[in-house]
């Protein structure tokens, strides 16, 4: 928030003025077609409970969703599927902690069974194999 001193030019009275950014953040399309303001808050939320017990500080927390945020900015949409802010929070965390990764898309993608689960770690640890012979 910017804090202003200004000057009525018909009074000469002096008044404060406050100024905020305004955010261009698109709406969030929910699975069941709702609509929703971006709330950042409910993203952090999620995050901490995926790195609960985790070596991850709130400040890493913090940067992540703001590159998120960044980044729908720039696409410039007016709405956006959670799915994709979802995606996007999955990478981020992929590379940061695989174990908050796996917490994160065991809520996010809804695993109807433990295959689902072990479908997903196994994708993981492939992945991983990959990059350790690289």
């Not at 901490?48 to 945020?69: G, N």
């Not at 949409?77 to 994709?84: D, K, L, Q, Y």
């Amino acid at each position: 928030m910017i804090r202003r001193r200004r000057e009525c030019a018909n009074c000469q009275r002096r008044f404060t003025t406050y100024e905020r950014v305004e955010e261009t953040l698109p709406l969030v399309i929910k699975k069941d077609g709702r609509r929703e303001a971006f709330d950042r808050g409910k993203i952090l939320a999620g995050l901490h409970k995926a790195c609960e017990k985790r070596p991850i500080s709130v400040e890493v927390l913090e940067k992540l969703v703001d590159r998120v945020e960044q980044r729908l900015e720039e696409a410039g949409e007016r709405e956006i599927p959670s799915r994709e802010i979802g995606e996007q929070i999955m990478g981020e965390l992929q590379n940061l902690d695989e174990v908050a990764y796996v917490r994160f898309a065991s809520v996010y993608r809804s695993f109807k069974d433990v295959n689902e689960f072990m479908n997903e770690v196994k994708e993981l640890l492939g992945k991983g194999q990959k990059s350790k012979k690289e």
